[in-house]
């Protein structure tokens, strides 16, 4: 029996009943480097089920028509809810215009964090 059959073995005996996939992240809206008009919310989902108290997403605003310098902005006191394998972020006002970085972090069952991001438009 060689030394990474071993391994896996231990690995899976670790894990009972734990599908071995992490989260991919299937779609979203805004998409990754889609211009879009004025979205209240955002809604992202993903391949596998995930710990919602141990998952989100981080938000920076990286520009703005018209400003030449625009320092990277966090966008903070949005809601992040939720449903089945979608996380859904509500924004209290809908997003102005610029570019925004989205970063994402989805902790699955078997306690793994899987991170992820993509840029998008608001015109
Ligand atoms: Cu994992």
Excluded at 1 to 15: E, I
Excluded at 54 to 72: F, I, Q, V, Y
Aim: proline letters at 7%.
């Amino acid at each position: 029996m060689n030394r990474l059959f071993l391994t896996a073995a231990a690995v899976a005996m670790l894990l009972p009943g734990v599908a071995s996939a992490h989260s991919k992240l299937l779609s979203s809206t805004p998409a990754a480097d889609a211009t879009v008009a004025k979205p209240t919310k955002m809604t992202l989902t993903f391949s596998e089920t995930f710990q919602a108290a141990l998952s989100g997403a981080d938000l920076t605003m990286t520009g703005m028509p018209g400003m030449a310098n625009h320092e990277p902005m966090p966008i903070k006191g949005f809601k992040t809810m939720v449903e089945g394998k979608t996380m859904i972020l509500t924004f209290p006002r809908a997003l102005p215009a610029g570019t925004y970085d989205l970063k994402w972090h989805v902790v699955g069952a078997d306690q793994h964090k899987v991170e992820g991001g993509y840029s998008f438009k608001v015109r």
